[in-house]
C-alpha cells in the first residue's frame, strides 16, 4: 500500500474527499479486493481508537465526579454526616452509663463496654499501643531486599519498551549520541547504553525521557540506588505513568518496603495509570 | 434571554470543537447535581445509574460537536444534555415516576425531539470488545498518541511538543509506525476467527 493510498483512506474517513475523488474511491474499492480490505482494516483501527478515547474520556469524567463529590457531598450523604457524632456520642454516653460507679473490690481485670459495636477486648485494642515489634519496621529499611521484596522485583520488572522507542533506519551517515543511546537500549544492551549516556551532550542528558530510559538500563543491570533519585525527579517525560510504576519496583529492588508500598498504592489509585491492575496485583501480594 | 442563551451555546460549541478539555469538564460539573436532581424526580433509580447517563449525555454532546453534527443549538446546552439523559434512562428501562410537575426540558421533549436520534451505543458487539483488545495490545504511548491524532484530532506540531520529539518527521512516522501495529493486531484477530 503506497503513502498516497493511505493518506486517501484517512481523508474519507475524515469525509474530506470532494465528490468526484469520493466517486472513484469507492469504484476502485468494489473492483479492487486488496484495497477495499485496506479501507476495511483502516476503519476498524478507527473504531478502536474511537472507543479509547471514549474510554479515556470517561474515565476522566468519573474522576471529575469524585472530585465534585469530595468538595460539595450530594445533599443525601449530608444527612448520614449529620448522624455519624450522634451515634459516637450515643455509644459513648451508654459506654459511660454501663461502667460501675465506684471500684468495689478489685477491679475487674477487663473492663467490657456496652457499645455494640465494640469487641468486649481489653484496653489494648482501643488504645494505642507502641507496635509489638519495634524493631521490626527498621529491620525492614535494609539496603538489600528481603525474599520477597527480590521476587516481587523480578516477577514484574521489565525495561520498558514500545514500538515508539524503535529506531529509525538512517540512510545519512551516522547516529548522533542520543539515537545511539535509544539504539543500544531497544537492543537490550544496558550496560553499552549507560556508558553511552555518558557521551551525551548535558542537553540530552536532562531530557526527561532518557533519563527514564537510563533508570531501566540501571535497573536491569541491578542498580536501583542510582534509578531511584532518576524516577523520583523524572522531569518532563512522556513517560509519567511508567515512572511511577517502576519507581515503586526500585524502593523494592533495594528493600525499601514502606515506601515501595506508598508508591505502590499511588499508583493503584490513579484511575487512569496503565500500570493500576499490576500495583494492586503487587500489593496483594504484599499483604 | 434567547442571545445570551444562543451565544452561550456558541462559545461552548467553539471551545470543544477546538478541543478545549477544560471546557467539557466544565460544562460536566456545572450541571451535573441539577442533572440528579431533576431525574431523581422522574425515574426510579441510584446515584449511578444517573451518573451514568449523565456521563453519556455528555460525552455523546462532545462528539457531535467534535464530528460537526452539531453545530449550533436551538435550546441550551442543558436542554440537550438533559433530554439525551432522560432518552438514557428510558432505554436503561428505568421506571418513571409520576412528574409532579414539569419544566422546559419537559417541554422540548413533548414538542419535539430535541435531540435526534438517540447519539448513544448499546452494550459493546463481539467485533468491538475484540478491538478494544486490539488497543490494549498497544503499548501505552502508541495508544495515547493514536488517540490523541484520531480521536482528539490534534496537530503532528502538537503531538511532537507533547511528546518532545525531534520533529514533525519524527511524529508523523511514529504515528505511522503505532497505527500499522494497530492493523496488524486488528488483522491478526480477524484471521484467528476464520
Given amino acids: ?287 | 434571554m434567547a442571545k445570551t442563551t444562543a451565544h452561550h451555546a456558541e462559545s461552548l460549541i467553539a471551545a470543544l470543537r477546538s478541543g478545549d478539555a477544560a471546557a467539557l469538564e466544565t460544562l460536566y460539573g456545572v450541571y451535573r447535581e441539577d442533572f440528579f436532581r431533576w431525574a431523581a424526580r422522574r425515574f426510579e433509580g441510584t446515584r449511578q445509574d444517573f451518573e451514568d447517563a449523565w456521563q453519556d449525555a455528555v460525552i455523546a454532546f462532545y462528539q457531535q460537536v467534535r464530528s460537526g453534527k452539531i453545530e449550533s443549538l436551538r435550546h441550551e446546552a442543558r436542554v440537550w444534555l438533559f433530554a439525551v439523559g432522560y432518552k438514557r434512562l428510558l432505554s436503561n428501562h428505568r421506571k418513571l415516576k409520576r412528574i409532579l410537575w414539569k419544566d422546559e426540558i419537559d417541554d422540548a421533549l413533548l414538542k419535539g425531539n430535541p435531540v435526534g436520534e438517540a447519539p448513544f451505543e448499546s452494550a459493546p458487539t463481539e467485533q468491538q470488545q475484540r478491538l478494544q483488545s486490539a488497543m490494549k495490545a498497544l503499548s501505552p504511548q502508541c495508544r495515547d498518541m493514536l488517540v490523541q491524532r484520531y480521536y482528539q484530532e490534534q496537530s503532528i506540531e502538537d503531538i511532537r511538543q507533547e511528546w518532545d520529539l525531534q520533529n514533525a518527521n519524527t511524529a508523523s512516522a511514529t504515528l505511522s509506525r503505532c497505527l500499522r501495529r494497530l492493523k496488524e493486531i486488528i488483522q491478526n484477530t480477524l484471521n484467528a476467527r476464520v
Avoid at chain 1, 468519573?62 to 465534585?68: A, Y
Avoid at chain 1, 461502667?99 to 473490690?105: E, F, K, Y
Avoid at chain 1, 485494642?125 to 538489600?144: G, I, V
Fill in chain 1, 1 to 287: 500500500m503506497e503513502e498516497k493510498d493511505i493518506e486517501q483512506i484517512e481523508r474519507y474517513f475524515r469525509h474530506a474527499l470532494e465528490e468526484e475523488e469520493r466517486a472513484a474511491f469507492e469504484r476502485r474499492m468494489a473492483e479492487d479486493a486488496g484495497f477495499a480490505r485496506e479501507v476495511q482494516l483502516h476503519g476498524l483501527a478507527m473504531e478502536a481508537i474511537r472507543m479509547e478515547g471514549e474510554a479515556l474520556l470517561r474515565a476522566r469524567l468519573t474522576q471529575k465526579g469524585k472530585q465534585l463529590d469530595e468538595q460539595s457531598p450530594a445533599p443525601g450523604r449530608r444527612k448520614w454526616l449529620w448522624a455519624i457524632p450522634v451515634v459516637l456520642l450515643g455509644a459513648f454516653a451508654i459506654w459511660q452509663l454501663s461502667r460501675p460507679l465506684a471500684p468495689a473490690g478489685p477491679a475487674p481485670a477487663e473492663p467490657t463496654p456496652q457499645a455494640p459495636a465494640a469487641p468486649p477486648a481489653p484496653p489494648r485494642d482501643t488504645l494505642p499501643q507502641a507496635p509489638p515489634s519495634k524493631e521490626e519496621p527498621k529491620a525492614r529499611e535494609r539496603t538489600d531486599a528481603g525474599g520477597q521484596e527480590r521476587e516481587l522485583f523480578a516477577a514484574w520488572f521489565q525495561p520498558y519498551r514500545d514500538d515508539s522507542l524503535e529506531p529509525l533506519v538512517r540512510g545519512d551517515g551516522d547516529a548522533t549520541p542520543e539515537e545511539h543511546f535509544y539504539e543500544l537500549y531497544w537492543k537490550g544492551q544496558y550496560r553499552q547504553a549507560l556508558a553511552a549516556f555518558d557521551n551525551l551532550e548535558p542537553e540530552s542528558k536532562n531530557k526527561g525521557d532518557v533519563r527514564f530510559l537510563k533508570a531501566n538500563a540501571l535497573l536491569a543491570v541491578g542498580n536501583a540506588r542510582e534509578a531511584i533519585p532518576l524516577l523520583e525527579s523524572p522531569g518532563r517525560t512522556r513517560f509519567q505513568a511508567e515512572a511511577e510504576w517502576l519507581l515503586a519496583l526500585a524502593y523494592l529492588k533495594s528493600g525499601q518496603r514502606d515506601k515501595a508500598l506508598a508508591q505502590l498504592n499511588m499508583v493503584a489509585a490513579n484511575a487512569s495509570s496503565p500500570r493500576r491492575e499490576a500495583a494492586q496485583q503487587v500489593l496483594k501480594a504484599m499483604n
